[in-house]
């Protein structure tokens, strides 16, 4: 809410919605679309999915949020009083625009969400805020503790294994399965 109170449960990557909604909610070419722009193909499942059922059956959480942000951000503003998401963790977040690593304003504008009820987008690696003094206190941190923007996790995978040049091969194995190719065009990833 306003106040950055949790509005709605955390709601898991695993949860999905109906897709008849995604399909009241958007025409096949801007299905279509989605992919291109995002990065990722559009599910009934992560965020996109899910605001899109929001602003479907409840509107009123979209319209009454003062933020909307993953588990990640909140746990990030938990920690620093601060907002803020990098280009890399937006991806999962299926709001931003890849290649301009911005937000997807024409998206947003149909979900009827201001980009300044968004976490503003930084660099992975930017540091967010130390952690405030009675989080540090409650988990035994010093208050110098820097709170530091990741990335999203088969990317970082890959970058820590070495992964970087076409022909090389990252299998991410935990709670899914993920298989990383390095590959020159961005053109050809989206083929």
Not at 44 to 65: C, Q, S, V
Not at 70 to 75: F, H, I, P, Q, V
Not at 83 to 94: A, V
Not at 147 to 154: A, K, N, P, T, Y
Request: glycine share 8%; hydrophobic share 40%; proline share 6%.
């Amino acid at each position: 809410d306003k106040n950055s109170n949790p509005i709605t449960p955390i709601i898991g990557w695993q949860t999905t919605v109906n897709k008849d909604d995604i399909d009241a909610f958007l025409t096949q070419e801007e299905q279509e679309d989605f992919y291109d722009i995002v990065g990722w193909p559009l599910r009934t499942g992560f965020p996109a999915a899910y605001l899109m059922a929001l602003k479907i059956h409840y509107p009123e959480k979209i319209d009454n949020a003062g933020i909307i942000a993953m588990s990640a951000e909140y746990l990030n503003f938990a920690l620093t009083g601060k907002w803020g998401i990098s280009h890399s963790m937006g991806t999962p977040f299926f709001l931003m625009n890849q290649e301009k690593s911005t937000y997807n304003l024409p998206f947003l504008e149909k979900l009827g969400i201001a980009e300044n009820k968004l976490p503003p987008i930084y660099d992975k690696g930017t540091v967010l805020g130390n952690v405030q003094s009675k989080i540090a206190e409650k988990l035994g941190l010093s208050c110098e503790t820097k709170v530091v923007l990741g990335s999203f996790d088969h990317p970082s995978g890959a970058m820590g294994a070495g992964v970087f040049e076409e022909g090389e091969m990252l299998l991410s194995c935990g709670t899914s399965w993920v298989e990383f190719f390095p590959v020159s065009s961005r053109d050809f990833a989206i083929s």
